[in-house]
């Protein structure tokens, strides 16, 4: 895709609040990824940036023992973007760990 731009950079673009809260809460994306322009999504964003922190991502400091390992699935995520009627398409999906994903 030309720019640079992440599925979040996307939907900040193009306004999608609960896409971006899908793709930070459930798909862990990275914020802190900067587009061939140098911004990140939240740069995009016009309303509050406070939605591109993951809820209790505040470090638990002295507190932690220890690390924790943890396993996720892969996600998939199909964009397509319709000439006709200028439109993006996002279409989510999940690979299980050790599988390949198909390429596009």
Known sequence: MKGGYTALH???IH???????????NYNAKTNIRDY??????????????VFNKPG????GKG???RRMQHYVLPSLLLSRSRSQEQIKLEFG???LGQPRSPL
């Open 10 to 12: 996307l939907a900040s």
């Open 64 to 66: 932690s023992r220890g």
């Open 94 to 96: 999940t690979v299980p």
């Open 15 to 25: 306004g999608h609040l609960h896409v971006i809260q899908l793709l930070i809460n």
């Open 37 to 50: 322009h140098g911004k990140m999504a939240a740069h995009y964003w016009s309303g509050s940036t406070d």
């Open 57 to 60: 991502s505040q470090s638990g």
